[in-house]
C-alpha cells in the first residue's frame, strides 16, 4: 500500500536528505510516499488560543485535500505532524469549529483522516519485525541516541503517540536496525525551538544541555525526526563550541538515514553533505559505509 | 431481631486500624460485645507503619501499642485476624455475616508466639510493610509487637510451597504448629451492628511517569519514609537512602503528588500530607543537622490544632526550605537525582541535585472498599471512600440502619480526625442498641 505524503516546507530546502532517504526506504519496504499536490505550510504552530481558527486554515486544507486522495496521511517533520495531527483531532471531534472551518475553505471535511508519523507507518503498518527482515548492513555496535523532542509527545492525549514520559518506540525502532539504543534523560527535551530566532542563546543552552546528557550516556551519534530540532541540535554546535570550549560536537542523523544505511543505500544519496556536524568519520570508523 | 425476634446488641468492626481499634475499645468497655476483623495477620493498620505523629512528634508505635495489647486482652473484644468478610446478610439487630479465616499455615491455637520459626525460615523478600526496603521471612508477624503474636506463612514466599522442600519450620516449631495442608475455613458471627473501618491506601509511586515511574530506588513515598524514620524499621530509624544505604544530605518532599489534579490524577486533597511532609522534614533535620530539606508545595492546610505553629517552627526554626511550585521531572543522574522544579513565588526554574526524594503521595481507598460496600449494601464514592448518608449532620450513618462507616474508609483523615470519627461510630451503634432494651 502507498501512503500519501505531506513534506512540508523544511524538507524541500535544509532537510532534503530526510525526504530523499525516507522515500528511497520507502521503496525499498515496498510502499511508495505519494506526495499531495499543491500542499501549503502546516501553519508551523498549533494556536494556543482556542478561538483562533484563521490559524488551523492551512493544516485543515491540507487535511480535507489529503482526504480526497486517500484515508492515511503521513509526515516526517515532528512539527508538522503535530499541527496536523492536532487539526485533524479538533475537526473530528467539535462540529461547530468543523462547521466553520469547512464554510471557510470550502469543504466538507470530517477528520476522518489517519495521520500517522513515518515511524509509526514503520511499527504499525509495517512492523519492525518485517524492518528487521529488510536490513542488510545491521548498525552492530553504533551507540545512537534516540532524540524525541516534544512534538511527537506532547499533548499526550492529543498525540497519544507513545508513552510521554518514558516512550520506547525509538529505541525500539533502533535496535530493529541493529543499533544500540542509548537511554539519555533528555531525550523529551524541547530543543529550544523558535527560541534560536529571538533569543538564540536560549535554545543554545537547550542544545548543550541534551547534547550534554547524551554524550554523557554514551552516545556516539544522535538520532532526530525534526527538521526544527536538528536546527538547533546539529547546526548550532558551532555556537556551542564558541561558548563551551571544551564541548565536543557530535553527528546529528535523521532516523531515515540510519535507516538508509541499514537498507545499504549508497552513502552518496543519504545527503550527509547536509549534516552540520560530519558524520563520516563516525561511520567509517564503525565500518558502515 | 436474631432468631427468636430478639435484637442482637453485638457489633462487629471491620478493619482493625486505629479506627477500627477505637470503635471496638469504645463499643466493649461500654458492655457490648465485638468482633473485630482484620484482614492482614495482626491489628494496628497503618498507624503501626509510622515513625512520630504530628504535631506532638509522639512515638507512633509507643501511643498505638498499647490500644492494640487492650484490644487483644479485652474480655468482650474477639479477634478474627487474617480474615475477611464474605457476605452479609440480614438487618440492623440481625446481620448473619460470613468470615473467611484465610489459611495462616499455622496452627495459631497451639503456637505459642516463641518466633523460632521465623528466625530459623531461610527465605527472605522484601516487607511490604516496610515498604519494599526491609526483608521479611517467609514465616512472619507483621511487626515484634504483632497482636495477636501469631505468624503466619505466605505461599508465595514459602520454599516448601514452591519447591516442596524445607520444612524447616515444622522441624523446629516445639508445639507442632505448623500445618502446611490448613484451608481456609469460614465462620458465621451474628451481629446487631457493623462499623466499616478499612482505611486507605496510597496511590503507587509507580503511577508517576514524571517522577520515574517509581523505578529510581532513592524516590519513595511517605509511608516508606516513616518505615525509615522508625526505631522498628528497616534502619532502626537512621535516615539512610535505599540504594546504597548514605545518609542523604539533600532531600526533596513534593507534597501534593496525586492529590488536588483532577486531569491525571485524584482532584481531592489528601489532607495529611501538609503535615506530615513538614513532620518528615523536621524529624530529618533532628537526626542529619548537616542536611537540607527542601518541600515544594501548592498550598499549606495546616487546618488543626496547634498545626500551623508546627509549620511555622519548621520553616523558622528548623530552616527547611519551602518553594511553593510542582516538579515537572525527576530523573537519576549518577548518584545523585535531578529534581526540575519552579519556584512560583520568584518565577523561576528551580534545580535540585537531591540525594533523596520523597512523594506526599495521595490517600486512595483500598482496592477492596468497593466489593466491601456492595457486600454491606452501602454506597461508595467514585473514588470507592465510603459514603455516608447526610455530609454535614450525618457523619458516620449510611443508608443501611446498623452499618455505620469510621475512619479513613470516608475520606482521608488525620490520626486524631479518625478517631474522633470512630468514637462517633460507636456512640451510633451504642445508641441504637439501647434503643432496644
Redesign the interface.
Known amino acids: 500500500m502507498d501512503y500519501l505524503y505531506f513534506p512540508g516546507c523544511t524538507l524541500y530546502t535544509k532537510a532534503k536528505n530526510f525526504d530523499q532517504t525516507a522515500r528511497n526506504c520507502s521503496l525499498l519496504l515496498g510502499f511508495e510516499l505519494k506526495e499531495l499536490s499543491n500542499w501549503t505550510c502546516c501553519g508551523a504552530t498549533f494556536p494556543l488560543a482556542t478561538d483562533n481558527l484563521m490559524a488551523l486554515l492551512p493544516p485543515a486544507r491540507i487535511l480535507a485535500n489529503a482526504r480526497e486522495k486517500g484515508t492515511v496521511l503521513t509526515t516526517l517533520c515532528a512539527v508538522c505532524f503535530n499541527v496536523i495531527k492536532r487539526t485533524n483531532r479538533l475537526i473530528q471531534g467539535d462540529g461547530e469549529k468543523r462547521e466553520k472551518i469547512n464554510n471557510f475553505i470550502e469543504k466538507n471535511y470530517q477528520g476522518d483522516l489517519r495521520v500517522l508519523h513515518y515511524l509509526e507507518i514503520l511499527k504499525q503498518e509495517i512492523g519492525f519485525s518485517q524492518l528487521k527482515e529488510k536490513v542488510k548492513k545491521p548498525l552492530t555496535g553504533l551507540r545512537a541516541a534516540p532524540y524525541y523532542g516534544c512534538m511527537l509527545l506532547r499533548p499526550f492525549e492529543e498525540m497519544a503517540f507513545d508513552?510521554?514520559?518514558?516512550p520506547t518506540l525509538f529505541e525500539e525502532f533502533l535496535e530493529t536496525l541493529g543499533a544500540k539504543a542509548v537511554e539519555f534523560?533528555y531525550k523529551i527535551e524541547c530543543c529550544g525551538s523558535f527560541q534560536s530566532v529571538g533569543s538564540p542563546e536560549v535554545a543554545t543552552e537547550c542544545a548543550y544541555k541534551i547534547l550534554g546528557s547524551a554524550i554523557k550516556s554514551g552516545a556516539e551519534v544522535i538520532v532526530s525526526t525534526c527538521p526544527m530540532c536538528t536546527f538547533n541540535i546539529d547546526h548550532k554546535q558551532s555556537d556551542i563550541k564558541q561558548k563551551y570550549l571544551d564541548f565536543k560536537p557530535i553527528p546529528v542523523l535523521y532516523f531515515t538515514q540510519l535507516l538508509g544505511i541499514a537498507m545499504g543505500l549508497d552513502y552518496q544519496t543519504l545527503g550527509f553533505e547536509q549534516n552540520a556536524v560530519d558524520p563520516l568519520p563516525l561511520l567509517k570508523e564503525k565500518g558502515l559505509l | 431481631m436474631g432468631d427468636n425476634g430478639v435484637f442482637v446488641k453485638r457489633a462487629m468492626v471491620i478493619g482493625g486500624g486505629i479506627a477500627g481499634i477505637s470503635s471496638s475499645i469504645d463499643l466493649g468497655n461500654g458492655g457490648y460485645e465485638v468482633v473485630l476483623v482484620e484482614k492482614l495477620p495482626s491489628i494496628g493498620g497503618r498507624m503501626l507503619q509510622l515513625s512520630e505523629t504530628f504535631p506532638t512528634l509522639d512515638c507512633a508505635q509507643c501511643t498505638l501499642t498499647p490500644k492494640t495489647v487492650e484490644t487483644g486482652q479485652h474480655p468482650r473484644i474477639k479477634l478474627l485476624t487474617y480474615s475477611e468478610v464474605e457476605q452479609v446478610e440480614g438487618k440492623a439487630g440481625n446481620f448473619l455475616v460470613t468470615i473467611r479465616k484465610k489459611a495462616a499455615y499455622v496452627d495459631w491455637e497451639k503456637c505459642t508466639g516463641c518466633g523460632l520459626c521465623q528466625q530459623k525460615c531461610p527465605t527472605k523478600n522484601p516487607s511490604e510493610f516496610d515498604r519494599g526496603m526491609g526483608l521479611e521471612k517467609a514465616i512472619y508477624t507483621l511487626s515484634p509487637q504483632a497482636v495477636p503474636n501469631k505468624p503466619v506463612i505466605n505461599p508465595s514466599h514459602c520454599r516448601y510451597f514452591k519447591e516442596k522442600k524445607c520444612r524447616v519450620c515444622e522441624k523446629i516449631c516445639p508445639v507442632g504448629a505448623i500445618d502446611y495442608e490448613q484451608q481456609d475455613r469460614f465462620v458465621e458471627e451474628r451481629v446487631g451492628a457493623i462499623i466499616a473501618a478499612v482505611g486507605f491506601d496510597l496511590i503507587p509511586k509507580e503511577s508517576f511517569?514524571?517522577y520515574g515511574?517509581g523505578e529510581v530506588p532513592d524516590v519513595i513515598d511517605g509511608l516508606a519514609f516513616e518505615r525509615l524514620n522508625s526505631a522498628s524499621g528497616p534502619t532502626t530509624g537512621e535516615i539512610r537512602r535505599p540504594s546504597d544505604g548514605k545518609i542523604p544530605k539533600e532531600v526533596v518532599f513534593i507534597q501534593c503528588t496525586g492529590s488536588r489534579d483532577p486531569e491525571r490524577y485524584m482532584p481531592y486533597c489528601s489532607r495529611v500530607c501538609c503535615m506530615y511532609t513538614a513532620k518528615h522534614a523536621r524529624l530529618y533535620k533532628h537526626k542529619v543537622h548537616d542536611g537540607q530539606a527542601y518541600i515544594f508545595y501548592m498550598d499549606i492546610r495546616s487546618t488543626g490544632k496547634g498545626y500551623e505553629e508546627f509549620i511555622q517552627q519548621g520553616m523558622e526554626e528548623e530552616g527547611i526550605l519551602y518553594l511553593r511550585g510542582r516538579v515537572s521531572?525527576i530523573?537519576?543522574?549518577g548518584e545523585k537525582i535531578?529534581v526540575w522544579g519552579v519556584d512560583t513565588l520568584t518565577g523561576r526554574k528551580v534545580e535540585v541535585s537531591a540525594d533523596m526524594v520523597v512523594l506526599a503521595t495521595a490517600i486512595i481507598s483500598q482496592k477492596d472498599t468497593k466489593d466491601l460496600a456492595k457486600k454491606l449494601g452501602i454506597a461508595a464514592d467514585e473514588y470507592g471512600f465510603l459514603t455516608e448518608v447526610q455530609r454535614k449532620l450525618r457523619p458516620v450513618e449510611t443508608e443501611v440502619e446498623g452499618i455505620y462507616i469510621a475512619g479513613c474508609a470516608q475520606g482521608p483523615k488525620d490520626i486524631a480526625d479518625a478517631v474522633a470519627h470512630a468514637n462517633a461510630a460507636a456512640s451510633k451503634v451504642q445508641g441504637l442498641f439501647a434503643k432496644h432494651r
Open positions: 508513552d510521554k514520559e518514558r534523560p | 511517569g514524571e515511574y521531572r530523573f537519576r543522574d535531578v
